[in-house]
């Protein structure tokens, strides 16, 4: 297949097949054949997943629920600027089993993260509202009885923005930025042959 390269030289995909599992939906495959304006939108969300806390695994003991759910939010108005501002271009007509950035972008909002938020953003605010002005916020959140269901349905929807993150990075000719900068690649095989 051929490739065509981006500034830096590296090279951009003419198509890639995406396959992406949306908790409650199932599987999205398709071809998705970028046109410029696509890539440009690619790099400009991929940018936004790289850089939030929505994409980095929360262990146990890390992280804010609360902050999760503003950044799954936030995701909402970044991805709607971007569509305005690319237009139809980002959303071109296609035949089935063809995906387009625009399709791609609202499919993972409307069924990852809007159920996500539908359902734990007014139980964690009802439970916020509760907190005793003499008890930190963080220990308070660790302390309600969801916390570890709610951290559950964070890790999933976590699953969902890493793959669309790697998608969106094939089509825009990027690096891997998820990886911590100084993780050899291709990752080192263990001695059982597992990655």
Not at 52 to 76: C, H, K, N, Q, W
Not at 115 to 127: E, F, G, I, K
Request: hydrophobic share 45%; aromatic share 8%.
């Amino acid at each position: 297949m051929r490739r065509k390269r981006n500034a830096a030289g590296r090279a951009r995909p003419k198509q890639i097949t995406v396959r992406m599992a949306i908790p409650l939906l199932g599987d999205i495959t398709g071809v998705w054949e970028p046109v410029e304006a696509e890539r440009k939108a690619a790099w400009e969300l991929y940018a936004e997943l790289a850089t939030r806390i929505s994409t980095v695994e929360l262990g146990p003991d890390e992280g804010f629920l609360r902050e999760a759910l503003s950044s799954f939010y936030s995701l909402f108005g970044t991805t709607r600027d971007i569509l305005r501002r690319y237009g139809p271009d980002v959303a071109p007509r296609r035949g089935p089993g063809q995906i387009t950035f625009g399709a791609l972008a609202v499919t993972v909002l409307n069924q990852a993260l809007r159920p996500v938020l539908a359902n734990w953003h007014p139980r964690l605010a009802a439970y916020e509202s509760l907190r005793p002005a003499d008890v930190d916020p963080v220990s308070y959140e660790r302390g309600w009885e969801h916390a570890a269901a709610l951290r559950e349905e964070v890790a999933r929807v976590r699953e969902v923005l890493v793959a669309l993150a790697n998608a969106l990075a094939e089509v825009a000719g990027s690096a891997d930025l998820l990886r911590p900068a100084t993780m050899p690649y291709p990752p080192p095989r263990r001695p059982d042959g597992l990655m």
